[in-house]
């Protein structure tokens, strides 16, 4: 059982000495200073930071999940960025109108959005089941047309809030609350932070105690197996990229109704990439990927401190992120590989003395 | 080429053993065993793609070290695959000269010699023709043709008749006889007796991974060999007393599939089996089995004509309400059909029975059901497994697909599709598969048998069917065929099935 | 990698070699659409569609996609997917950005073209040595780009003047070609407006002036692959390796050998695209300026069947759409939705005949609608117009699908020894 975890844990460990041993040459390279960059990113977080860090992980916890989802059955959604970014629009164009009252307001927005990312999704989705059209391409497309697609209906129907444009303010009684759960913050944790928890704990219910999950975990290990079991694949493929998609509309909505109130063109944006980074991390693995967005949020916190108590640029940090996922990924094959030599040999050592006619080749 | 002492280990198995053999020049030489007896890691020592952990190799009386193929073709040795090594999107004249530029170029003159080696020995090849449009016996001419174009003295070969029906066997042969007097030295691998008896002048019997003997032809019989060869007895695919019954299981009626340029791909084919009936299908690989199978298992919807399951029309049917409906499906190539190969054994249990008990209670996955119910498969069909944690991917062979066949048997099926059953399967993980086949034929299955193996088709079946280019060519009687009537049928050298 | 078509539908498959439509040859292609745009201008007035100095923004815009659809052929004929193209020319843009700034503009070409093989060299380590899947590679690679850049163009441009954190000062783009004489005479027959002559015209003028040394060697690159790779015996073992490494491994080809080449040479060319975009297209680095381009690339790799001739097709497609939003603006877009029309039209009724009814139909009704979104507007508007070249992608890449042939052996992985 031990042996299970060290090796389980073996590859990320690995991929973050890695990492570190990177950021410290590229830091020495460049003629910055190593202890400054240590210091900085190893402080311990001040209480508004720990609400930093706590909202910004389950934001990109939710992002992974979404890639995560496409992943496991071999689709790379790419598109988490342009399905939020329509998500987030649609949620807020609705919820600006206030047809409904409070609480039941943010509760039809967020099925707007859902849908809505589900759409955008189901489009890729759709394209690669019919002609073929490979996902990592079509998301991409989907990406860049949702930004100019989002900036014209904000052009035709938003409204000019300071030098930006903005949808109409969601009214104050649709705002979510914070969570003031940490003591000595000037902020507040998000009150849909919880979306991520809830999200997180039926992904792994979903896809390890259900058939649907079962379905999906068989048609990403080997189509052509799960055709054979009676398996409709391509239904299959769009009800992933449609799921995925409603996923990753999520992702927009804790800093909508809890922050900013609006969408606008100064929306966060990003979210869809650090995602993929972290569903890589974390190996598809809602808990993996919850030490991976935890992580990752932890990186860029403490980093933003790095240009005033260091003279660093803080985009060192990115490198370190994009050399981690790299390694990481390097990382879980060789670990893969060694795992699967290892069983082979003894699952024959088990066998050897009963069975002597080992099948030898086809 | 003398080999003394060879091993070779991979992880948990030892594939060869203290291997002696010695190939005479000149001679055709084959080397009879089993399958899974060693015979094909031995030829790729040979040709250089492994290298053996024990033993000495000298070819004309030299040591010889090979680290790779390229030095194997230093030394004259080439080697004609049983899996053809061809890339389809390219020409024959870029497959052969591929690896050999040096040689002719890769223009005119690589042409030229290309021609010239077709004609010396009657091939019948056009250089700049795509592999992929070329046929079996073509594309082995290929492979000879590219380990002629090396000038190899020493020409291996790795079940050359697997594919092959008994006419082209005799044209293989008639090539080999012609390299002969010319001077080369053929060794050639085969678990098919009757075959190396006709050609061969030396045979070297191996088993369990060693040699066992070292005989001439003219000194020993059929049977003996067979006997050396296996040890024990021979599994006897021989059918008893009838258990044929009246009612209807299957029934295709005239179904024709076109592909998206209107080639058909099933022609008009109609058949029927009833309950305790084993009906097989014979033919040539490529003849239209593959898309037999995906019909009745509704993973392609036919252009024409009907699917009755029972009297039921399934036709358009999927493949899950097929399943659920009593099909059971043993697929041709396991590994990428039949198993997860990263999954636990328990979970395999679970494919393609996603919808029913024991596995699945509503919509969720009964771990404990599953697990249950695999360790009662494990132990019925002899399933050598330390545990159903592990990894199908672990498992050899033979193993894999007792496992298939015991999942596919739990379900009570009234219909099973068994496409080349004991494909890659030991010996006795073979007779198992049929004592399976053979009871469940008793207790009123109705069996559709896909298979290249003429006496698993003539042991086990009812009745035989003969396919070829999509159609129904002719129909036996597995009592009184002999394997050379059926080969006739499957090449069409009869004159069935010509297109008109 | 991703799900195979042939697992998700067997009617997907390819058409038979001998079966598939006689090849029309590139020239043919790019006659009918010089045919079209030239009608569409004259029916519309809409002179920007294929003025000279589109033409020029088309060629700066053609160029970077076309080399990055020939980085991903090389890639991919190798049997090695490159998805991480888009960050192997980021990679290209900063190095171009630096060597430009400090140095001169071919010392910031061959930078660029490094800096790409870098980034190849990790994709081969990472694929080829340790046989991770080809698209989590790029991806990772793709993140780490961003991130590198970034941070380089901070510690290099910061301070410096005419730069920033995000952007260096400008750059000297590589000796253009001028032939002043020419190029002014084909401006007086553009100027005439007349059908076809005059856009012939534009051609010269755009061929003859401000025409880009980097051009032309990009050019001479598309050109040297298609040698290389079908001439030479060094191609033939780099296309077997993608058809089947099987077959090479047997016949003592060193498979990893000549992948890793191929991605290296991927990454350079990539790199060089980058370089490309900051030398002759903006005259600076930025951060982002690649802007999904490499992508594009991929999809004009993919639209040309893998072959450079067809690639170079779609890149110019995909081109010359960029430089259209980019120039000419609402207006000329709008005149190309009557083009788009005629096409699909042309299109659909060649499907019906073919007996493909319902997807005859929904080209038809695609083009009515193209015809009277042409006829009930006066201009496409700006955000619609910056998403051509992505729509573009889309379209293409969806109808293309059926007589895609991609190399055998395209995305797997390959182990030594698996031979036999």
């Known amino acids: 059982m031990l042996k299970r975890i060290v090796i389980g844990a073996a590859a990320p ?126 998301t991409i497309m989907l990406n860049a047309i949702a930004v100019s697609l989002t900036a014209y209906l904000l052009r035709k129907w938003g409204h000019v809030v300071g030098n930006s444009l903005q949808t109409k303010a969601v009214p104050k009684d649709s705002w979510v609350p914070g969570l003031d759960v940490i003591p000595g913050a000037p902020n507040e944790v998000l009150g849909l932070t919880l979306v991520a928890v809830l999200a997180g704990v039926a992904y792994w219910v979903l896809l390890n105690r259900s058939r649907f999950g079962f379905e999906l975990r068989a048609t990403g290990s080997s189509a052509t197996a799960a055709v054979a079991s009676g398996i409709d694949v391509r239904r299959m493929v769009v009800t992933a990229m449609i799921i995925s998609g409603g996923i990753a509309a999520l992702v927009g909505l804790p800093l909508l109704f809890g922050d900013t109130h609006s969408y606008g063109t100064t929306f966060q944006s990003g979210l869809g990439f650090a995602g993929i980074a972290v569903a890589l991390l974390g190996r598809n693995n809602p808990v993996g990927i919850a030490f991976g967005s935890l992580l990752f949020a932890f990186l860029v916190e403490q980093s933003s401190l790095l240009e005033i108590n260091a003279g660093i640029s803080n985009d060192i940090v990115s490198i370190t992120q994009g050399v981690l996922v790299l390694s990481v990924v390097v990382a879980y094959e060789i670990v893969r590989r060694y795992r699967q030599a290892a069983e082979q040999r003894s699952v024959a050592e088990q066998l050897a003395p009963v069975d002597t006619k080992q099948e030898v080749a086809a | 080429m003398r080999l003394r002492g060879i ?151 790795d079940e050359p008749t697997a594919v092959l029906v008994p006419q082209e066997v005799d044209a293989l042969f008639a090539n080999l006889r012609e390299l002969k007097k010319e001077g080369h030295t053929l060794i050639f691998i085969s678990h098919k007796l009757d075959e190396v008896l006709a050609v061969a002048d030396d045979i070297t019997v191996v088993r369990r991974g060693t040699t066992v003997a070292s005989v001439r032809p003219a000194d020993v019989t059929s049977r003996k060999l067979a006997e050396l060869m296996v040890g024990s007895e021979l599994p006897s695919p021989n059918t008893e007393e009838s258990t044929v019954t009246d009612e209807e299981m299957l029934e295709l009626d005239h179904v024709t599939l076109e592909d998206a340029s209107a080639r058909k791909l099933l ?85 393609g029975h996603q919808t029913r008990e024991p596995s699945v209670k509503g919509m969720w996955i009964d771990r404990a059901g599953a697990r249950k119910d695999s360790e009662r498969i494990v132990e019925g069909y002899d399933v050598r497994t330390p545990s159903i944690e592990t990894t199908a991917r672990a498992l050899s062979g033979g193993n894999q697909q007792k496992f298939i066949v015991g999942r596919e048997m739990s379900s009570d099926p009234v219909l099973l599709v068994a496409s080349h059953p004991t494909r890659g399967v030991d010996v006795g993980a073979q007779a198992a598969i049929w004592d399976h086949i053979r009871d469940a034929r008793r207790r009123g299955l109705a069996v559709l048998l896909i298979s290249a193996d003429l006496d698993e088709l003539i042991g086990l079946s009812d009745s035989i069917k003969v396919i070829l280019r999509g159609r129904f060519v002719g129909d036996f009687d597995p009592q009184s065929v002999t394997p050379e009537q059926l080969g006739s049928a499957m090449t069409g050298a009869d004159g069935a099935g010509k297109e008109d | 990698m991703t799900i195979a078509n042939d697992a998700l539908a067997p009617d997907l498959g390819q058409l038979p070699m001998d079966r598939r439509a006689r090849r029309i040859p590139v020239w043919a292609w790019l006659l009918v659409a010089f045919m079209l745009i030239s009608f569409a201008r004259v029916v519309t007035g809409s002179n920007e569609l294929d003025s000279a100095g589109t033409l020029r923004e088309a060629i700066t815009a053609f160029i970077p996609i076309a080399l990055a659809g020939l980085a991903g052929l090389w890639s991919e004929r190798a049997g090695v997917v490159n998805i991480g193209l888009e960050g192997m020319m980021i990679l290209g843009t900063i190095g171009a950005g630096y060597f430009g700034t400090f140095y001169g503009p071919w010392q910031a070409v061959i930078a660029a073209m490094v800096f790409g093989a870098v980034g190849g060299a990790l994709h081969a380590l990472a694929t080829v040595v340790f046989g991770v899947d080809h698209i989590v590679s790029g991806v990772a690679i793709n993140i780490m780009a961003v991130g590198v850049a970034a941070f380089l163009a901070d510690l290099w441009f910061s301070g410096l003047q005419g730069g920033g954190p995000t952007q260096s000062p400008p750059v000297e783009g590589p000796a253009s070609i001028n032939l002043t004489g020419v190029s002014d005479w084909a401006k007086t027959v553009e100027d005439k407006h007349w059908f076809a002559v005059s856009d012939l015209a534009s051609v010269v003028g755009a061929l003859t002036h401000d025409l880009s040394l980097l051009t032309v060697v990009s050019v001479l690159l598309v050109l040297a692959t298609y040698l290389i790779l079908w001439k030479t015996s060094f191609g033939l073992r780099l296309r077997s390796c993608g058809e089947s490494p099987g077959a090479a491994e047997t016949l003592g ?67 010359y759409t960029d430089a259209l939003q980019l120039r000419a603006g609402g207006g000329a877009v709008h005149a190309l939705l009557i083009v788009i029309a005629i096409v699909l039209l042309v299109y659909g009724i060649f499907q019906l005949r073919k007996g493909a009814r319902v997807a005859g139909i929904v080209t038809v009704v695609a083009a009515v609608l193209f015809a009277l979104w042409f006829f009930l507007t006066k201009e496409v508007p700006a955000d619609f117009t910056r998403m051509t070249p992505y729509v573009a992608t889309l379209f293409v890449l969806a109808f293309s699908a059926q007589r895609l042939r991609m190399p055998a052996a395209d995305g797997l992985r390959y182990r030594r020894g698996e031979a036999g």
């Not at chain 1, 988490?80 to 919820?95: C, D, I, K």
């Not at chain 2, 948990?12 to 055709?28: L, M, Q, S």
């Not at chain 2, 358009?316 to 999954?343: A, Q, V």
């Open chain 3, 253 to 319: 080809v060193n498979v990893y050998r000549y992948k890793i080449y191929a991605v290296l040479v991927s990454g350079a060319i990539a790199g060089l695209a980058g370089g490309f975009i900051v030398l002759v297209g903006a005259g600076l680095y930025q951060n982002g300026i690649t802007n999904g381009r490499g992508y594009i690339g991929l999809a004009a790799m993919i639209f040309g069947n893998w072959r450079p001739g067809g690639m170079l097709l779609g890149a110019a497609l995909f081109g």
């Open chain 2, 7 to 157: 091993g070779k280990r991979f992880p948990g198995v030892v594939a060869n053993h203290d291997i002696d053999i010695d190939v005479r020049a000149g001679t055709v030489h084959a080397v009879v065993g089993e399958n899974g007896a060693g015979k094909s890691t031995l030829m790729k020592i040979l040709y250089g793609v492994q290298k053996p952990d024990d033993g000495t190799i000298e070819v004309n009386g030299a040591p010889a070290t090979m680290s790779s193929p390229a030095d194997a073709i230093k030394l004259g040795i080439g080697m004609v695959f049983q899996h053809f090594m061809l890339a389809d999107n390219l020409t024959v004249l870029e497959n052969v000269v591929l690896g050999a530029e040096k040689l002719y170029g890769i223009g005119d003159k690589a042409r030229a010699k290309v021609e010239e080696i077709s004609r010396t020995y009657g091939f019948g090849l056009d250089p700049d023709q795509l592999v992929e449009g070329l046929g079996v016996g073509e594309r082995q001419r290929v492979e000879i043709l590219k380990v002629l174009y090396r000038g190899a003295k020493v020409i291996i070969l």
């Open chain 2, 267 to 351: 022609d008009d084919v109609s058949l029927r089996i009833r309950r305790g009936e084993v009906l097989g299908v014979a033919g040539v690989e490529g003849n239209g089995q593959t898309e037999l199978t995906e019909v009745v298992m509704g993973m392609r919807h036919p252009t024409r004509g009907h699917v009755e399951l029972a009297d039921a029309d399934i036709t358009g049917w999927s493949t899950k309400k097929r399943r659920e409906s009593g099909i059971g499906y043993i697929p041709e190539d396991r590994h990428r059909h039949g198993l997860l190969l990263d999954s636990p054994l328990w979970e395999n249990r679970i494919l």
């Open chain 1, 13 to 138: 460990v690995l991929a973050i000495v890695i990492a570190m041993v990177i950021t410290i040459v590229i830091l020495l390279m460049s003629g910055n200073s190593v202890s400054g960059f240590m210091s900085t990113i190893f402080s311990a977080p001040g209480p508004r930071n720990v609400v930093n860090i706590i909202n910004n992980s389950s934001v990109l916890y939710l992002s992974a999940l979404a890639a995560a989802i496409g992943f496991r059955m071999n689709l790379f959604n790419i598109g988490v960025e342009g399905q939020y970014r329509v998500a987030v629009f649609a949620a807020a164009a609705f919820a600006g109108q206030g047809w409904l009252p409070g609480p039941l307001n943010v509760a039809v927005a967020f099925v707007v959005a859902i849908l809505s990312g589900a759409l955008w999704a189901a489009i890729a989705g759709v394209l690669k089941v019919t002609r073929g059209v490979s996902e990592v391409i079509s």
